[in-house]
């Protein structure tokens, strides 16, 4: 069994930039898709960003492209989420789910780490 690890969120200003780090133990990383998401108080999780296995391709939400950035470093069970140019809007707790090759939803998730931008 995969166990999940988010890190890295904490209280910037608005137009800072935050990196979060996802980290995964107990099976190699690299035999999942991993997605970012968020989910801001009262509202539903929303998709951020995928990464597929390999690396070499990415999908981002519009409300974060051009402005956050994910990727992995298989070899040492990471992927990131590089966050700029941050808005009190991107306020959430962030998470990472994991997803099986063919599988439609993540089966597993981290229990999130808590972004906040002051304004």
């Known amino acids: 069994q995969v166990r999940v690890v988010e890190s890295g969120g904490g209280v910037v200003q608005a137009g800072d930039s935050l990196r979060l780090s996802c980290a995964a133990s107990g099976r190699p990383l690299s035999t999942y898709v991993v997605g970012w998401f968020r989910q801001a108080p009262g509202k539903e999780r929303e998709f951020l960003a995928s990464i597929l296995q390999s690396g070499t391709k990415r999908s981002y939400a519009d409300s974060v492209k051009g402005r956050f950035t994910i990727s992995r470093v298989n070899i040492k069970n990471m992927v990131y989420l590089q966050m700029s140019s941050l808005k009190p809007e991107d306020t959430a707790v962030y998470y990472c789910?994991?997803?099986?090759?063919?599988?439609?939803?993540?089966?597993?998730w981290g229990q999130g780490t808590q972004v906040t931008v002051s304004s």
């Open positions: 789910g994991l997803r099986v090759a063919g599988a439609q939803d993540c089966g597993s």
